[in-house]
């Protein structure tokens, strides 16, 4: 079992940045990948960024490439995603999770924490 704890949500005018974080704990060592996906209201979930973790490689959606960083520091157990030139699309609870391949697909993601609201507008 793995457990999560999301931080770092909230309102922010468009074109302004947030981190969020993720403190892992658990099973750590059993994920292939762990990272985020977002839920808008009335839309499928959608992969938004994974870091593998053998290696380190790293995976992000079309829809946030050059604007999301995701990190992680080991020593913490946390990941982080930095979210900068933020859109009112990007509105969404963004879900802290473990994947169990490196897609962003909806299959691939294998348990989750409860989410934090991120909401983009003027």
């Known amino acids: 079992q793995v457990q999560f704890v999301e931080s770092g949500g909230g309102l922010v005018q468009p074109g302004g940045s947030l981190r969020l974080a993720c403190a892992v704990s658990g099973s750590t060592l059993d994920y292939y990948a762990i990272g985020w996906f977002r839920q808008a209201p009335g839309k499928e979930r959608e992969g938004v960024s994974c870091?593998?973790?053998?290696?380190?490689?790293?995976r992000y959606a079309d829809s946030v490439l050059g604007r999301f960083t995701i990190s992680r520091d080991n020593a913490k157990n946390t990941v982080y995603l930095q979210m900068n030139n933020l859109k009112p699309e990007d509105t969404a609870v963004y879900y802290c999770?473990?994947?169990?391949?490196?897609?962003?697909?909806?299959?691939?993601?294998?348990?989750w924490g409860q989410g934090t609201q991120v909401t983009v507008s003027s």
């Open positions: 999770a473990t994947f169990i391949g490196f897609s962003l697909k909806y299959f691939d993601f294998h348990s």
């Open positions: 870091l593998r973790s053998n290696d380190g490689s790293t």
